[in-house]
């Protein structure tokens, strides 16, 4: 067997963690993610504009990490906004909110209002309406969620990243 070296995160060794690989093959015999039983767990904050139920790349890949985190023992919070891509209505199970706490997977995914624009707005409103995901996620949900070790911002939207920069300060 074949041990991976182990990587250090904020003086924690996180990624990738014995990594033993079956005779004749390159793949991993287990997850590469590391059990709490080997090491501490960890609270986990995941903040995206996008996620679950919404269609597209960025949510089902959080979704599928979240999953494998809570697998592995860690705690997974995700600060996202109510789904309405790529059509910009909300679903009526989520309107007339503020917030909204709901469990996906093991993870706690906490919602906020945005500025919703329709697909195909102009740059300047989808700008506004992404603009607010800093603020609704900040003001509204981040309160809720309570403290982290790692704040992860998710693409494509900078203000994710952004609003994940503030939230860990």
Not at 31 to 41: E, G, L, M
Not at 110 to 138: A, D, E, K
Request: hydrophobic fraction near 40%.
């Amino acid at each position: 067997p074949r041990a991976a070296s182990r990587r250090t995160f904020g003086g924690r060794g996180i990624l990738p963690c014995d990594r033993s690989v079956r005779a004749g093959t390159t793949r991993p015999t287990r997850s590469v993610y590391c059990d709490a039983t080997r090491h501490a767990p960890m609270k986990i904050a995941i903040l995206s504009h996008y996620f679950a139920p919404e269609p597209g790349a960025t949510g089902a890949r959080l979704l599928e990490l979240s999953r494998e985190w809570v697998h592995a023992g860690h705690s997974v919070r995700v600060l996202t906004c109510f789904p309405n891509h790529p059509t910009g209505i909300v679903p009526p199970e989520y309107r007339h909110k503020l917030t909204q706490h709901e469990i996906l997977e093991g993870a706690d995914v906490f919602r906020s209002m945005i500025y919703v624009t329709p697909g195909g707005s102009g740059s300047l409103r989808r700008l506004i309406g992404q603009m607010t995901f800093i603020v609704s996620s900040l003001m509204l949900s981040a309160p809720r969620v309570g403290a982290i070790d790692v704040a992860i911002g998710s693409s494509p939207t900078l203000f994710s990243a952004v609003a994940a920069c503030l939230f860990s300060m």
